[in-house]
């Protein structure tokens, strides 16, 4: 099977028919879609059943219980037969074309060149009434070979990135779990496979997204917040990672590991992985930041 179309769902049960249709009207048929349902109390099972029973398209359901979006990845990797998967979340949509294009960009390369690079990832847009609006900076040109690191810092390329990664590389850096907390940034799994592998990114709009009021993405602080573990993790592998991230980046990054140190308190992180990091006077100009940082996230609800 070529691609594998992954779905992590809590209770979107209103926008997941959409999502659906998206999928009937792909140009490529060469497809399974796989929804984690993360615990959800709103009727998903039963309509995603009703799909199921259109008999239409491969469609694999798997509900786990309620322990976040990266769990539901693992577990979708691990079932997954496709050779590309597609992480598409289920408040979004994808256009007619958006596999056949994907593949095309991807078959271009050599397999040899294939090898070195995670998959093909294109830019998004919002949609209002018949308006399409970019998510993001404009790009500096349409096709650019990079990884996942220096697209954001060195080339200033912002914005969700839609697309496929080999489901190889997907198997072999899983995302880490903590059983007390229910989030883990994407960036923890996308930033480790960067120091290896490149990316294709194309600015061209083939997927929709939607930012709801209760979404991910519009809760950031508090999620992080309610997460220390993972957020620690995250800032550490940040502040020690051997990349020249910019001047105000790193003091950013210093800040926020220090913060969410504040907020975490766990016995396998202390104040003394303070020794392991390379600019400690970095570390401690940091400090003023994140202090406001900490007072801040503490009032924040």
Same mark, same amino acid.
């Given at each position: ?6 779905? #992590? ?21 060469? $497809? ?13 099972? $039963? ?14 359901? $798997? ?50 060149? &294939? ?61 880490? $779990? ?15 496979? #960067? ?16 930012? &709801? ?89």
């Amino acid at each position: 099977m070529l691609f594998t179309i992954f779905t #992590a769902t809590y209770n979107r049960a209103d926008t997941l028919t959409r999502l659906y249709h998206s999928l009937l009207a792909q140009s490529i048929k060469d $497809f399974e879609w796989i929804v984690v349902d993360d615990g959800s109390s709103d009727g998903t099972k $039963f309509l995603i059943d009703s799909f199921c029973d259109d008999k239409k398209i491969k469609i694999r359901y $798997f509900l786990q219980k309620n322990q976040g979006k990266h769990v539901a990845i693992n577990n979708g990797v691990k079932m997954a037969k496709g050779e590309l998967f597609v992480n598409i979340d289920s408040d979004d949509y994808i256009k007619p074309l958006f596999l056949e294009k994907l593949y095309s960009y991807w078959i271009e390369i050599s397999i040899a060149e &294939r090898s070195k690079l995670t998959g093909v990832m294109t830019s998004s847009c919002m949609k209002v009434g018949n308006k399409e609006s970019s998510v993001g900076r404009d790009w500096p040109k349409k096709i650019i070979i990079s990884n996942y690191i220096d697209i954001a810092n060195r080339l200033y390329v912002v914005g969700d990135k839609h697309g496929f990664i080999r489901t190889e590389l997907m198997r072999k850096y899983p995302f880490p $779990f903590f059983p007390s907390e229910k989030f883990m940034t994407e960036a923890v799994v996308m930033y480790k496979i #960067a120091q290896k592998y490149g990316t294709v990114f194309v600015d061209e709009r083939l997927i929709v997204v939607e930012y &709801r009021d209760d979404g991910l993405s519009k809760n950031i602080r508090k999620v992080f917040r309610d997460n220390p573990k993972g957020s620690v993790l995250y800032r550490y592998m940040m502040i020690t990672m051997d990349y020249d991230f910019p001047f105000k980046q790193r003091i950013v990054d210093q800040a926020q590991y220090f913060a969410s140190l504040y907020f975490s308190h766990p016995k396998e992180f202390s104040f003394g992985t303070i020794k392991k990091i390379k600019c400690k006077w970095l570390f401690f100009a940091s400090l003023p930041l994140a202090l406001v940082m900490i007072i801040h996230d503490s009032t924040y609800s």
